[in-house]
């Protein structure tokens, strides 16, 4: 038996951790980041536990920063309750430099909880060593050799939305990629000059996480088979 005084310390300890977790998991509704507010899915980076993708507000850098894919991009501002206007550096850097890189750095992230788009886009198709076959489904096309891809894409900016599919057709070694599309200027020139490092990037909740979230109170979370759960209890302060 230990001695009272120590039992005493012990219960003292496990209330402070108890009462640690229980601060923890206090989120608040919105953050404050420069002149606009943060709210799920994104959160301030030092409350990273309360949103899905965390902005870096008051870093020592021009921009927040926010970090949707590999590498953080400038954070411009808040367009509107589900848009921001977003700066990709590096992206910025690829098309300045002609880099093959500008079309395998694109992608959004993929959630179960909220879809992501940026319009406009321009969508190209890049293919691996193409047969003869895709060539000639690609036909009318216009092409670029980079690297060890053929990118086939149209100038024209499309008014209907083109069907999002992953691979072309199965065994094509083609995906699809849409680009954020420079807008107020004619097509001409340089491919590089198509595309815009800067974008309008909408965002929307997917129904079920939205409930989750605003009537529940909950946590939009997946289970082990990648499908939408929502964990109760109160996540917002
Ligand atoms: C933001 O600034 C506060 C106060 O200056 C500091 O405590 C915090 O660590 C900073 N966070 C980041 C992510 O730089
Ligand atoms: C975007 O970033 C690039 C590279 O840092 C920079 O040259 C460009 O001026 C930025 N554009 C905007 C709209 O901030
Ligand atoms: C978001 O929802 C609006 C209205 O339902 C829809 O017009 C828009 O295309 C959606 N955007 C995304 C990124 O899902
Ligand atoms: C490209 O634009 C189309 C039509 O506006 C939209 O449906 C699609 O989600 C956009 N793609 C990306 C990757 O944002
Ligand atoms: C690229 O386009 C040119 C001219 O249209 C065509 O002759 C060539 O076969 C195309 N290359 C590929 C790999 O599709
Ligand atoms: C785009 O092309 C049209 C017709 O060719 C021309 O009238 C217009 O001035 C051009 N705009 C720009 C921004 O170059
Ligand atoms: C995940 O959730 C789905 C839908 O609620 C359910 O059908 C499935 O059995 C769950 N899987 C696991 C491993 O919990």
Redesign the pocket.
Known sequence: MAPPIINHFITFLLHLLLFLIKADSKCQKSYPCRDFHLEFPFTDIDHSKCGLFPVNCNSSHENPLIYLREFPMDLLGKVSDNKFQINDSVLANYFNGGSCNSFANVALPKSPFVSFSYSPNLTTFNCFNPSENVRDYFSRYENLSCDILEIYYKREATEEAPVVIDDVFPGSGCVMNQMPLRTGQNFSGEVFDLFSSSFTLEWNLSEDCHECYYDRGGQCLT???N???CKRGNVLA
């Open positions: 289970n082990d088979s499908q939408f759960y």
